[in-house]
């Protein structure tokens, strides 16, 4: 039940995660508990970021220099925790989710991580908890992986919302490859998103083929 990327066999994705950081105790607990809730029908396994994704943010976090950070979209907090532990100790992410139950498993493995004092979690509707943000320069580093029909309006309100050359991270943005032909609402949301980003002059932007798509935007 571990996510893996479509774009990648079981034999690749397995090599791509032996020559990558391997997980801890704290990561492969989380996931396991996470694969366990997928398994009883309670949450989507797509809701789970993969461990190379993981393992690629948390670096990227760091190499960035990140000092506050934001997610939209927490579920059961690997992505958070990645995040949180990328940051220097006197860093900060912000957390918005609507879901008590599946945040308070996340609160458990940050605690455990001896991260939770560098994450915020607000409950509640994403895009009002982001509106309701000073609209002025915060973030250093955001990421989305929320309701894929809301993505580019959480675009246009982290845009201001970011320093200057601030990254935000899309999540699922080639959707299984159904991007190519989008049926659904939700595929069709993040087909038409792509091309605009590709010519929005607001962001430099890189569509990337990891896991499920992840599309990484610089605040120009």
């Not at 309670?42 to 000092?67: H, K, Y």
């Not at 038409?192 to 083929?209: G, I, K």
Request: proline content about 6%; aromatic content about 6%; charged content about 25%.
């Amino acid at each position: 039940m571990t996510p893996r990327s479509f774009l990648l066999t079981p034999e690749l994705g397995d090599y791509v995660r032996r020559c990558s950081e391997p997980p801890d105790d704290v990561v492969r607990d989380l996931l396991a508990e996470t694969a366990a809730l997928a398994e009883r029908g309670e949450a989507s396994p797509t809701f789970q970021i993969a461990p190379e994704q993981g393992t690629f943010m948390q670096v990227l976090t760091r190499a960035l220099g990140a000092r506050r950070a934001i997610e939209i979209g927490t579920f059961t907090g690997y992505s958070a925790l990645c995040i949180a532990r990328g940051l220097p100790a006197d860093g900060s992410l912000l957390c918005l989710d609507v879901s008590a139950e599946w945040t308070a498993i996340a609160r458990r493995y940050w605690d455990r991580a001896g991260v939770g004092d560098r994450v915020e979690l607000r409950l509640g509707d994403a895009h009002e908890s982001l509106r309701a943000l000073p609209a002025e320069p915060t973030f250093d580093l955001a990421f989305v992986d929320a309701d894929k029909t809301g993505y580019a309006a959480y675009v246009d309100a982290l845009h201001p919302r970011m320093t200057e050359n601030g990254v935000v991270l899309l999540d699922n943005t080639l959707a299984d490859g159904t991007v190519l032909d989008p049926r659904t609402d939700n595929q069709r949301a993040i087909a038409e998103l792509n091309v605009a980003l590709a010519a929005d002059p607001r962001w430099d932007t890189v569509l990337l083929p990891l896991s499920d798509g992840l599309t990484m935007l610089r605040r120009r």
